[in-house]
């Protein structure tokens, strides 16, 4: 039993460091043990962790033979870097647009008060609010990005 729960602690760590380090957080860190405990018990068991690794494992065999080759391995880690960059170029033309004034800096009004912005993006139809609809459609676009 014991053994079996430490194979579980160590494969449920393994599961989170596969998040890339540009994206390590204490925020997503949570965002991904929320998606991990399926059945929402602030808990992940042996299950949960299969489930993880199993879905894991489907990503990987891009070519659905049902094993992962070093070069499916390798091909995955490659899209995770590339993601990676960019988004780190994403946030820096981002960054720039909403440094007003060129200072290098953001300063609270820069930040907050930003204009065309995702709020800017998400209402389609210009009336100052987003809708559920809006929303739902914002967030169907980012993970088609993904």
């Known amino acids: ?10 494969a449920g760590i ?7 380090a540009v994206l390590a957080s204490d925020r997503i860190a949570d965002i991904a043990f929320t ?12 299950a949960e962790l299969r ?15 049902g094993a992962v080759t070093a070069t499916e391995q390798t091909e995955a ?9 960019a988004l780190e ?9 909403l440094d007003a004034d060129g200072d ?9 008060d930003a204009r065309g912005g995702l709020a800017a993006r998400l209402d389609k139809d210009g009336d100052g609010r987003i809708s559920k609809a809006e929303f739902l459609t914002g967030v169907e676009a980012a993970r088609a990005m993904r």
């Open 104 to 112: 290098g800096k953001l300063t609270r009004e820069e930040f907050v």
């Open 1 to 10: 039993m014991m053994r079996t729960l430490n194979t579980s602690l160590i």
């Open 89 to 97: 170029g994403a946030m820096a033309i981002r960054f720039e647009a």
């Open 14 to 20: 393994l599961v989170v460091m596969t998040v890339p």
């Open 77 to 85: 880690s490659n899209r995770l870097f590339r993601k990676a960059e």
């Open 51 to 65: 489930q993880a690794r199993l879905q894991r494992f489907k990503r990987l065999d891009v070519n659905g033979d």
């Open 35 to 46: 998606r991990l405990d399926a059945n929402g018990d602030g808990q992940l068991d042996a």
